[in-house]
């Protein structure tokens, strides 16, 4: 059974920053793909950002220079870095993984991962 975890989620001023740590567990291989979506209420699920096992990433253009993703070594975690936030990147942002290799473009839709956590809140404030 795989499990999925988000975390660092929470409410942040304009121009604030926070880090969400994301970790997979119950199943240990050595390929895999992780991205982050994030939902704000009324708007459908949108991509963010994702990390291959080897390395490659994808990130949307909305947030690209502002947010960062990184994986941690020799564990199917990763992060997400986000600064210089804004009120529109509130919403619950949600981590997914595949256990398989995936194309940049194929990162960025929900459909490529098998698995997803609950979500974690994020909330910037004017």
């Known amino acids: 059974q795989v499990q999925v975890a988000e975390s660092g989620g929470g409410l942040v001023q304009d121009g604030g920053s926070l880090r969400l740590s994301c970790a997979a567990s119950?199943?240990?291989?050595?390929?895999?793909?992780m991205g982050w979506f994030r939902q704000a209420r009324g708007k459908e699920r949108e991509f963010v950002a994702a990390?291959?096992?080897?390395?490659?990433?994808n990130i949307a253009d909305s947030v690209k220079g502002r947010f960062t993703i990184s994986r941690a070594n020799a564990k199917v975690t990763v992060y997400l870095q986000m600064n210089t936030l804004k009120p529109e990147d509130t919403g619950v942002y949600y981590c997914?993984?595949?256990?398989?290799?995936?194309?940049?473009?194929?990162?960025?839709?929900?459909?490529?991962?098998?698995?997803w956590g609950q979500g974690t809140q994020v909330t910037v404030s004017s």
């Open positions: 997914a993984v595949t256990y398989s290799s995936r194309s940049s473009y194929y990162m960025a839709q929900s459909r490529a991962y098998d698995y």
């Open positions: 119950g199943r240990t291989f050595s390929t895999y793909t």
């Open positions: 990390i291959s096992s080897g390395g490659s990433t």
